[in-house]
C-alpha cells in the first residue's frame, strides 16, 4: 500500500514562496504520474499540476502557470510543489496524489492521497 507524506506548508504573505514536498513508500512511485490538487474552503478539489513518470511531461491549472513548478526525484521518491509569487487565492490544502498510469491522462485514477498540507496566504 502507497502512503504519501507531505510537508512544507505554512503561513505566508502575498508574494511570498513555499516548496512543497511529498514522500512516497512503496515500489510503484517511480512508474506513476504524480499529481498536487489542492481544495480551498467551499471549493472542489482542483487539479494544481501533475507530472509524467519521468518527469519530462507537465501539466499546470491555468491559475498557477508561470508561478509554480512540479518536479519529481525518483532517487528519493519524491515530488515536489514550488510555489513563487502566492497570492491569497493559492489559500488551500494541498493534496499530492499518485495516479495509475505513468503519465497524466483523463483516466488516470488518483487511489492514494496524503493527508494534506494547509497553504494559507495573507494579505
Known amino acids: 500500500q502507497v502512503q504519501l507524506v507531505e510537508s512544507g506548508g505554512g503561513l505566508v504573505q502575498v508574494g511570498a514562496s513555499l516548496r512543497l514536498s511529498c514522500v512516497a513508500s512503496?515500489?510503484?512511485?517511480?512508474?506513476?504520474?504524480m499529481a498536487w490538487f489542492r481544495q480551498a474552503p467551499g471549493k472542489e478539489r482542483e487539479l494544481v499540476a501533475g507530472?509524467?513518470?519521468?518527469?519530462?511531461?507537465?501539466k499546470y491549472a491555468d491559475s498557477v502557470k508561470g508561478r509554480f513548478t512540479i518536479s519529481r526525484d525518483n532517487a528519493k521518491n519524491t515530488v515536489y510543489l514550488q510555489m513563487n509569487s502566492l497570492n491569497v487565492d493559492d489559500t488551500a490544502i494541498y493534496y499530492c496524489?499518485?495516479?495509475?498510469?505513468?503519465?497524466?491522462?483523463?483516466?488516470?485514477?488518483?487511489?492514494?492521497w496524503g493527508q494534506g498540507t494547509q497553504v494559507t496566504v495573507s494579505p
Open positions: 507530472i509524467s513518470w519521468t518527469g519530462v511531461t507537465l
Open positions: 496524489a499518485q495516479g495509475n498510469t505513468r503519465v497524466l491522462l483523463p483516466e488516470t485514477k488518483w487511489n492514494d
Open positions: 512503496g515500489h510503484t512511485f517511480r512508474d506513476a504520474t
